[in-house]
């Protein structure tokens, strides 16, 4: 059951994170342009702010809510912080677009749908990083707290 709270938790922190990082990019993107930043790679600089910014609201939403450190036990906070940009990073940036690559060019689906088949995996993957490796207790004290 906790399990099940903690993956409904993490939907929602989830999907609150693709506003968020929709919202960053589109800010970040019309700036860049209206200030004439990085002209012919505004988007990935936007990108990359977007990817910067949401995993870190991601992680703070994670660590306070969905994955609370047991009473007894303290949280490396820079380790797990580390961790959640390693995981987005392989779970968003390379299986994602790996997938992606699969779905359209080998599988022949359409570029709409397979973002959505995508995410079937990717996202259980992540909550098991964040679950297993993240936010796991006991793996994050600080040396000087043991």
Known sequence: MKTLKQ???????????????????????KALRYFGVFPKHDFY??????FILS??????WNNKYVFKAETDSERNILSAL????????????FLSEA???????????NE????????????????????TWTFKDGENKDATHK
Not at 45 to 50: C, G
Not at 55 to 60: L, M, T
Not at 112 to 131: D, E, G, H, R, Y
């Open 82 to 93: 580390l961790k959640t940009y390693a995981s987005y990073a392989f779970t968003c940036l």
């Open 99 to 109: 997938l992606l690559f699969m779905w359209v060019r080998c599988l022949g689906i």
């Open 7 to 29: 993956f409904i938790g993490f939907g929602i922190v989830g999907f609150s994170n693709t506003v968020i990082g929709y919202l960053i990019y589109a800010v970040s993107l």
């Open 112 to 131: 709409f749908i397979a973002p959505v088949l995508s995410l079937l995996i990717t996202v259980p993957l992540n909550f098991i990083l964040q679950k």
């Open 45 to 50: 600089v936007a990108q990359f702010i977007m």
């Open 55 to 60: 995993v870190a609201w991601s992680f703070y």
